[in-house]
């Protein structure tokens, strides 16, 4: 099994709600990350979790909050979002971040829609 | 800063061979990768290289020089299902941990 799944596809949000999104992957990979992917644009990365514990911020606002609850799931949580804010989010695991080839495996994204 | 560069678009007709090509200028330079990336889709891995050489997967190679800060990414045999954007990444060692930055990406067009 080399699949990353993410909920939910698509989100449509205002700039007050609270709104989470999901990530899983059961191949029992150490290293969890976000992405932001707007159109014709590459990944960004956002955020990097290394054995459940934040690893890596790439000062991302703190309207973006992740959580890693344990080393199969990582959730993002948004409040407040701002219409820029509207991208793909695309989550990726890798056996480690520390070394090795450890390919990053891409879920399918959340579109999020910000009005 | 981390600089990656690829051609923005590139088209090729369906059977033939096509090179894109990838520069960089980084630091902590710890391997590179190439994702192939449909519309609307999640990246997908091709292929990876961390030493000098070229890398065969089937109908695809890639190739890396570290000296020069260059790559390239060989697909043969061109799909009509090859047409997607292909993303270079270069992995950095930072603050003790590995990270992605991803070039601007190629779009392909293959055409009959």
């Known amino acids: 099994d080399t699949e990353v799944t993410q909920t939910p596809k698509h989100l449509v949000m205002g700039m007050t709600n609270k709104k989470s999104l999901k990530c899983e992957q059961h191949m029992g990979h150490r290293a969890m990350y976000w992405y932001k992917q707007k159109a014709k644009k590459p990944p960004e990365l956002m955020f990097v979790y290394s054995y459940e514990k934040l690893s890596i911020n790439e000062s991302v606002p703190s309207r973006f909050s992740p959580e890693c609850p344990n080393s199969s799931l990582l959730n993002l949580h948004l409040h407040a979002l701002q219409p820029e804010d509207s991208a793909l989010y695309l989550c990726?695991?890798?056996?480690?971040?520390?070394?090795?080839?450890?390919?990053?495996?891409f879920g399918p994204g959340t579109r999020l829609t910000v009005t | 800063g981390q600089n990656i560069d690829q051609p923005t678009e590139m088209t090729a007709t369906e059977g033939a061979i096509v090179q894109i090509n990838c520069t960089y200028q980084t630091s902590g330079f710890n391997g590179l990768f190439w994702y192939q990336q449909h519309a609307g889709e999640a990246p997908t891995f091709l292929s990876y290289n961390v030493l000098d050489g070229l890398e065969e997967k089937g109908r695809f190679s890639s190739f890396l020089s570290r000296s020069k800060g260059y790559s390239y990414l060989l697909l043969k045999e061109l799909q009509m299902k090859d047409s997607a954007s292909y993303l270079c990444a270069v992995r950095l060692f930072s603050g003790g941990y590995n990270k992605l930055i991803f070039g601007a990406g190629t779009r392909l067009a293959v055409h009959p």
């Open positions: 990726a695991s890798s056996q480690d971040a520390l070394a090795g080839q450890s390919e990053q495996y």
